[in-house]
């Protein structure tokens, strides 16, 4: 049976998903308070800079009388910080509210366990731990960036029925769309709530993409380019707009050593939390044989190709099928 404290965490993860891709490199935390059993307010965090989800939730509230009596749900340890903004675990208390359900200790070690003991000292009685493991899994990007000190990363790529991501006609490759309109629309999705987006030097030069999230409203990623070989060249769509581009070569990492762990460690020292790898297949099998990725995104178009560029290699943990309209879409984790 669901209790009541779940019920109103997993309220917390529902709204908390409105924040995705807007508060990077913040957490987005979603954030309830109860009344007698009764939702009397909602927050989740504010784009990046902006207020905290605790605030929002508070602020929500039209008599703030209650929140003497009032539960506080949380899918995150509530700060203990000043940084952009003040501690909330110092407005928690100055509201007065007596009870605080918390999904999952802040790794961040500016938090780490001590927003939990500033409650607790003032006599709050906190509980800790509810529907931690769905608090976590949606708080993924920020315990990988805290935890492993390194982006969360996230695989890419759409196969034909026969396992191919390009044809080759004629000899030479030919970009061809694959999956459906609707399948390329989730994409842009996913590209919003991401924080950057990489791909290799050859998917920039044969296909030309812009790599941004044209077809969904959202902020576009970071581009990273790995142009190992500095083929890059300089005419093609992602050097004509405003997103910004990082070009990885071999000014800033050493090709001949594991160049996964120097490219996310570089992104990491650049606050990004979180990439998606949309190609070729050369990079994102890099990725794989080097272990370093956590989910693998996979469509399958309704088209057969008998040859060309063949889908990267890898296995993983399958933990959801759907179908776009023609198209398959797995999911798969690393773990
Ligand atoms: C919360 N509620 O909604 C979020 C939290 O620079 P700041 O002030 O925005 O602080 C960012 C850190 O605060 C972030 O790294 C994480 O530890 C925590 N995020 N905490 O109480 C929120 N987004
Ligand atoms: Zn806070």
Same mark, same amino acid.
């Given at each position: 049976? /669901?209790?009541? #404290? ?5 309220? $917390? ?67 203990? !910080?000043?940084?952009?903004?003040? *501690? $909330? ?11 605080? =359900? ?21 006599? $709050?009685?906190?509980? /800790?731990? =509810? ?14 960036? !805290?935890?492993?000190?390194? *982006? ?46 990489? =791909?290799?030097? &050859?998917?920039? &030069?044969?296909?030309? *993409? ?54 996310? #460690? ?42 060309? =560029?063949?889908? *990267? +290699? ?8 759907? +179908? ?12």
């Amino acid at each position: 049976m /669901v209790t009541q #404290h779940e019920t109103y965490i997993k309220r $917390c993860i529902e709204i908390a998903k409105n924040g995705l891709g807007n508060t990077r490199p913040n957490p987005s935390v979603g954030a309830v308070l109860t009344y007698n059993n009764n939702i009397i307010g909602e927050g989740y965090t504010s784009p990046y800079g902006g207020n905290h989800a605790e605030v929002n939730a508070i602020n929500s509230v039209s008599n703030k009388k209650l929140l003497k009596e009032a539960t506080l749900y949380v899918t995150l340890e509530p700060c203990s !910080h000043y940084g952009k903004t003040p *501690p $909330c675990s110092d407005l928690i208390i100055k509201y007065g509210i007596p009870n605080v =359900v918390i999904g999952c200790v802040d790794d961040n070690t500016q938090v780490a366990g001590k927003g939990i003991k500033k409650l607790k000292n003032a006599g $709050c009685n906190v509980t /800790v731990g =509810v529907m931690e493991k769905a608090c976590k899994k949606h708080h993924k990007r920020f315990f990988t960036y !805290h935890n492993k000190r390194r *982006p969360y990363i996230i695989l890419k790529w759409a196969e034909s029925i026969d396992g191919f991501i390009a044809p080759i006609t004629k000899d030479q490759l030919k970009p061809v769309w694959i999956t459906n309109e609707l399948s390329r629309q989730i994409v842009h999705k996913w590209r919003a709530e991401e924080q950057a987006i990489l =791909v290799g030097t &050859n998917t920039v &030069n044969q296909d030309n *993409p812009s790599l941004t999230t044209r077809d969904w409203a959202g902020q576009n990623p970071i581009r990273v380019v790995i142009d190992k070989e500095e083929k890059l060249q300089k005419n093609h769509a992602i050097f004509n707009d405003k997103a910004e581009t990082i070009i990885i070569n071999k000014n800033n990492i050493n090709f001949s050593k594991n160049i996964t762990k120097q490219i996310t #460690h570089l992104l990491f020292k650049k606050n990004i939390t979180s990439v998606i790898i949309e190609g070729g297949t050369k990079t994102l099998q890099t990725f794989i044989d080097e272990n370093i990725w956590d989910e693998a995104r996979v469509f399958t178009g309704n088209t057969s190709f008998k040859s060309g =560029v063949t889908a *990267p +290699k890898f296995s993983g943990n399958l933990v959801s099928e759907e +179908k776009i309209i023609t198209d398959t879409l797995k999911i798969y984790t690393n773990d």
